[in-house]
């Protein structure tokens, strides 16, 4: 592992243990060895990650998304406050520079069907009389049913996403975790594949996903005769042990992860 440390190049990263294993040779026995390996606390440059300090390229590092309170009038009447991550002013408006991970659906070229709103105030937020909730915290991607559905590496992605939860949620619903590089440290966020028709084969919780890699199929479980794919992203909250969290809803639980607009992390074009 150690070794690792010195072929970092200006895009990649590697891994370090964050702990000295008892065996782990010092720098006497390795000249380019960093000391760093017996603290445990990660050096500057580099972020904890589970068992191991993550290094992180200053050049591939995201700005810091804040969560702001908004709110927004239930159907009942009752007014909601919420907190949610608003799209970053760096990050372009427009949804169709984005990546996806399904072709476009719409004529011309276009993706969203319906974008993401909880930033807005209450009067420019989704409603429809077949809608239970009040605005959107998500991207809907209309497509053929059946049309594969694969995994795409956010901007700032440290490592492959896992699968955290593959079952019914909206509808029949993929969960990934992805590590983002942000403000100088690492943070998980979740992805959430919505409405899905099929979940492919492999994708099972705790496995790795990769970019590319088939997540499922497009459908309208739960959202019968729309078609289409509700790719949501969120947060996770400082101080949440993923690991620690029940497999489903609780992932998706305000005080587990908060909602953020998907510009933010999708990759560009
Ligand atoms: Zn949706």
Redesign the pocket.
């Known amino acids: 592992m150690v070794t690792a440390f010195t072929v970092l190049g200006a895009k990649s990263s590697a891994l370090v243990p964050a702990k000295a294993p008892p065996s782990l040779p010092t720098s006497e026995s390795d000249p380019a060895a960093p000391t760093l390996a017996l603290t445990n606390t990660c050096p500057r440059g580099t972020a904890p990650d589970h068992d191991a300090c993550v290094h992180l390229d200053a050049t591939d590092d995201g700005p810091v998304a804040e969560a702001r309170p908004n709110s927004h009038r239930e159907r009942s009447g009752r007014w909601a406050t919420y907190e949610q991550i608003p799209r970053l002013p760096e990050r372009p408006a427009d949804y169709d520079v984005y990546r996806y991970p399904i072709p476009p659906g719409l004529p011309n070229g276009h993706y969203v069907v ?1 974008g993401y709103d909880l930033d807005q105030p209450d009067a420019k937020q989704r409603r429809a009389a077949t809608l239970s909730h009040v605005g ?1 915290g ?1 991207v ?1 991607l209309p497509q053929a049913k059946g049309t594969p559905v694969h995994m795409i590496t956010l901007e700032h992605q440290e490592g492959d996403a896992e699968v955290l939860y593959a079952g019914t949620l909206f509808g029949t619903t993929v969960v990934t975790r992805h590590s983002l590089r942000e403000g100088g440290r690492l943070r998980d966020y979740v992805m959430l594949f ?1 409405h899905l028709d099929s979940i492919a084969a492999g994708v099972t919780v705790g496995v790795p996903i990769k970019d590319g890699q088939l997540v499922g199929a497009v459908g309208d479980t739960a959202s019968p005769r729309i078609v289409h794919l ?1 790719l949501e992203v969120r947060r996770v909250r400082d101080g949440i042990d993923l690991t620690k969290v029940p497999a489903g809803a609780p992932l998706i639980a305000d005080s587990v992860t908060v909602v953020c607009d998907p510009r933010n992390v999708l990759p560009l074009k």
């Open positions: 319906s959107h998500a809907d919505g509700h």
